[in-house]
């Protein structure tokens, strides 16, 4: 399907990325490794060298991108959470308050109380007591 020799050393390793690209369909990795990598025209090959270079720069790029969204996703977490503690004090909503230990932990939602000055519950007081005790 590549419509290139390759060679049995480098086809298990083909294979391996094939199995780790996940969603993508065969005819459509096949197409991207026809792109990706250099072609040896006087033995009609895949030069893998090149082809992983090239999947490491897209890896690369990927994970950048990957890193820049989940900063993102904490800092909307930290957000709503902040605004989910804050009704869960002015409401004394303790569904409200679990949301946000989901979103947050614990940790952070003891803190983001003790930021914005908001009192603190059995389960904040609990947590900073137990934390205390780990330390002593």
Not at 28 to 33: D, G, Q
Not at 44 to 61: A, M, N, P, S
Not at 109 to 136: C, F, G, H, S
């Amino acid at each position: 399907m590549t419509k290139r020799i390759i060679a049995p050393e480098d086809y298990r390793l083909i294979e391996n990325l094939y199995m780790a690209a996940g969603e993508m369909d065969k005819a459509e990795f096949c197409k991207e490794i026809r792109i990706m990598c250099a072609y040896d025209s006087a033995n009609d090959r895949i030069e893998i060298r090149r082809c992983l270079k090239e999947l490491g720069k897209r890896v690369g790029t990927m994970d950048a991108e990957l890193n820049f969204l989940k900063r993102e996703t904490k800092r909307k977490h930290a957000e709503l959470a902040e605004i989910l503690i804050g009704k869960a004090c002015a409401y004394q909503d303790s569904d409200l308050y679990r949301e946000a230990v989901q979103l947050i932990g614990q940790r952070e939602v003891t803190l983001t109380k003790l930021r914005m000055d908001l009192p603190l519950w059995d389960e904040d007081k609990q947590y900073i007591e137990d934390t205390l005790k780990v330390m002593a």
